[in-house]
């Protein structure tokens, strides 16, 4: 995976992770929820600058959610 950079000072962000949750947040598309069992789902989690605070969420896989 490419590095990401802050939006706001350049940093490089630090991938991280959230306390609740194993591997990150787990999210879901509702057109999923027609089916059985919703498999448009992906885990998001967070990078944050270390300079700055600044954090933005990555979806770990954003094809899952189509
Ligand atoms: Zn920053």
Redesign the pocket.
């Known amino acids: 995976m490419s590095i990401k950079r ?6 490089e ?1 630090i991938k991280c992770y959230v306390d609740q949750g194993f591997k990150g947040i787990l999210v879901k598309n509702h057109e999923g929820d027609k089916m059985f069992g919703n498999k448009k789902n992906t885990r998001v989690n967070p990078y944050i ?6 954090t933005v969420w990555y979806a770990d896989e954003p094809t899952k959610i189509r």
Do not use: Q
């Open positions: 802050c939006d706001k000072c350049e940093e962000l600058c270390g300079n700055c605070g600044y």
